[in-house]
């Protein structure tokens, strides 16, 4: 049975969902303002609501990646504000390139405000480009490593944004994709739908961004399975996929090799 400390264990981009009767609003401006509104306050409210824990859950992203000293080119995509990002500029060394990704422009000042605020050396190695991740402005087989941190479930086509993941990976690199897992098991299900109806939600109001983050569980449901990525991914080129659970199976992590 799940321990109640893994149930705790989330970490919140909130769905591009909004309130709207029977109707997603999918443009690209909507969800830049979506992103960009939950800026300020976006890392402050990962901390609270994960108790910490989405920092473990990205080092083991980045660590699925395969990237390393000697990387010359790396890519965070949908970066937000930055977080690994910097955990790859680390892996890499001075000598690496980082490149974080996002279609979020406040979200990108802040990652620059915390490149400038934390000068550590190989951070000097970081780079900010805006763009969309359905058409990376990248040359084929550019990256040695890429990370994705709770933006595919967010993209339109998921299918075209692992097409361009693939597109622009080197052949025997890998990419790593952090998300919310979703589960078949009935008991984690409602867990998880609780725990946002009557956690994450509420704390998220007392931001002033309740209705951001209350479709959460609805965007989680229409998310793919652990399976369902990893057929996603073979069908988009990639010659091997593996899901992994993690965070008590409410995460999960997608690791594709080119």
């Not at 951070?123 to 990376?136: F, H, I, Q, S």
Request: net charge positive.
């Amino acid at each position: 049975m799940t321990s109640l400390s893994s149930v705790l264990q989330f970490s919140f981009a909130p769905s591009v969902r909004r309130r709207q009767p029977q109707q997603i609003i999918i443009a690209s401006g909507d969800r830049q303002a979506l992103f960009n509104r939950i800026a300020p306050v976006y890392d402050n409210l990962n901390d609270l609501l994960s108790l910490g824990q989405h920092r473990i859950w990205k080092r083991m992203a980045v660590d699925w990646s395969g990237a390393k000293e000697g990387s010359s080119n790396v890519l965070d995509l949908c970066c937000g504000s930055g977080d690994l990002a910097f955990l790859l500029s680390q892996k890499v060394g001075l000598n690496g390139q980082v490149i974080g990704f996002e279609f979020s422009r406040q979200q990108l000042d802040i990652a620059s405000s915390r490149q400038k605020s934390h000068p550590k050396p190989c951070y000097r190695n970081l780079k900010w480009v805006e763009g969309d991740a359905l058409d990376l402005p990248f040359s084929d087989c550019y990256f040695d490593a890429i990370t994705m941190g709770y933006g595919l479930r967010n993209v339109i086509d998921k299918y075209k944004a692992l097409k361009e993941v693939y597109r622009v990976l080197k052949p025997g690199s890998k990419a790593s994709i952090l998300d919310f897992n979703k589960t078949t098991d009935e008991f984690r299900t409602s867990i998880q739908g609780w725990m946002i109806d009557n956690i994450v939600v509420p704390v998220a109001a007392s931001y002033g961004l309740s209705e951001e983050y209350q479709y959460l569980k609805t965007s989680i449901q229409e998310f793919y399975t652990g399976e369902e990525l990893e057929r996603l991914a073979l069908k988009a080129g990639f010659s091997s996929a593996k899901h992994f659970e993690v965070g008590g199976g409410l995460m999960g992590n997608l690791v594709a090799t080119r």
